[in-house]
């Protein structure tokens, strides 16, 4: 097709024109210039893909263009873009033919700040990190088991099919009761904040899923509202947010009691897997049944020892046994202790006939007697005395007084034993 291309009408022309000559003509329209456009705008829905091109839209408050940066000029950025940042773009204005649509090649790209939704979203996060509605203080634990799940999304997304089969495939016996709401426009943030504060009235649900699958900034901006988010934290029922994709961020993420990367792995985690549940309880079982089996074999063992005990089986043999060891026992106590005490009579006895030995009174009885000045001083020698002095005489039997009439001084007397 020649660069001169006008649009003809099936009557002017010998036949009608093709889906993709018309494409074709409009590339060549718009691109016969070859010029380069300069462009400013914010991203939107920034997505790299595996051939290493990223797609993206550039967009500002009333309209929007798809955008692609090839591979061959990623490594020119020297920013790491995302979704929010606005930017300064050199492009080419081209068709993608097989779309049917144009959008910009962008050859340079340098950032330019924040966007406006991005700036929203960090003023937000701000005020209510402040009033600490992210505390995690105030996180509520999710229930061991749920019986019965809310799910606060639309009926139509992808959302809802995702968590319908993991929670079919985990949990069969779980009811979902499901509060259809719009997940994006004018609307979407009344009606998940009104379908939560429903269910929290219902009363009749054990944990609250809210989301919706993966998309641009704009798409999941109703979960980056000040009404979800109030919601969320009024809620007395556990809320898990299922938003976007694993690398999406809302405000209701950072509310919410749990936060999962995708629809899908919200239901993980609001339910646990039956199929696990049944190999514990089936291992529990095995374990109590060989606990069971090892308790009932040592019972049985004990009792097998205890009746082939002799005790048992001849009872009065061994009571006859004992009362004769107790007889010879006590026998035998009684000659040891008759033995010990003739040894002990025997000793004591010579113990006493030294003592009588010794005994003074033993002394006067073979006619001895002793001599005592009158205040009790024993007189042992005739020193002590003077002739007139007064004694007293201690006999065996009774006692005397007397006079001392003379005093002999001769040697001292030597008593050998």
């Known amino acids: 097709m020649s660069e001169d291309f006008v649009f003809l009408s099936p009557q002017e022309s010998d036949q009608p024109y093709s889906i993709s000559e018309i494409n074709e003509g409009i590339a060549i329209l718009l691109e016969s210039g070859n010029s380069l456009v300069w462009v400013e705008g914010e991203i939107s829905n920034w997505k790299p893909s595996s051939s290493g091109h990223i797609y993206f839209r550039l967009k500002d408050q009333q309209s929007q263009i798809p955008s692609v940066i090839w591979r061959s000029n990623v490594s020119q950025l020297k920013f790491e873009p995302c979704d929010g940042i606005a930017v300064s773009a050199i492009a080419s204005i081209r068709v993608y033919q097989r779309g049917g649509y144009y959008q910009l090649d962008v050859h340079r790209m340098q950032p ?35 019986r019965r799940l809310g799910v606060v999304t639309s009926k139509r997304g992808a959302a809802l099919r995702d968590i319908i089969r993991v929670v079919a495939s985990r949990a069969p016996q779980t009811d979902i009761v499901l509060v259809d709401v719009q997940v994006q426009g004018d609307k979407a943030a009344g009606e998940i904040a009104a379908a939560i504060k429903f269910l929290n009235e219902y009363g009749d649900v054990d944990c609250i899923i809210a989301g919706r699958g993966g998309g641009s900034i704009e798409d999941l901006w109703a979960f980056n509202e000040e009404i979800v988010a109030r919601a969320i934290f009024d809620s007395g029922i556990p809320v898990i947010s299922a938003v976007g994709h694993e690398i999406d961020f809302t405000i209701a993420d950072f509310v919410a009691d749990v936060r999962a990367a995708t629809p899908s792995a919200a239901a993980e985690i609001a339910v646990s897997d039956s199929r696990e549940n049944q190999r514990y309880f089936q291992n529990c079982t095995e374990r109590f049944t060989v606990a069971a089996r090892r308790y009932f074999s040592d019972v049985n063992e004990r009792f097998v020892s205890t009746a082939e005990n002799r005790a048992l089986r001849r009872p009065l043999r061994m009571f006859s046994d004992a009362v004769q060891t107790k007889d010879d026992l006590e026998g035998r106590c009684f000659r040891e202790m008759e033995v010990t005490l003739q040894k002990k009579y025997a000793r004591m006895s010579a113990a006493c006939a030294r003592l009588g030995a010794i005994n003074p009174l033993s002394v006067l009885a073979r006619g001895y007697s002793i001599v005592s000045t009158r205040d009790g001083a024993s007189v042992r020698s005739s020193e002590q005395v003077v002739p007139g002095a007064k004694v007293k005489l201690k006999f065996f039997k009774g006692s005397a007084g007397a006079i001392i009439d003379s005093i002999d001084n001769g040697p001292e007397t030597t008593i050998a034993f």
């Open 112 to 146: 330019l700040g924040s966007g406006a939704l991005y700036a929203a979203f960090e003023r937000l996060k701000a005020s209510l990190e402040r009033e600490g509605l992210f505390d995690p203080l105030h996180k509520k634990p999710l229930p061991q088991s749920v």
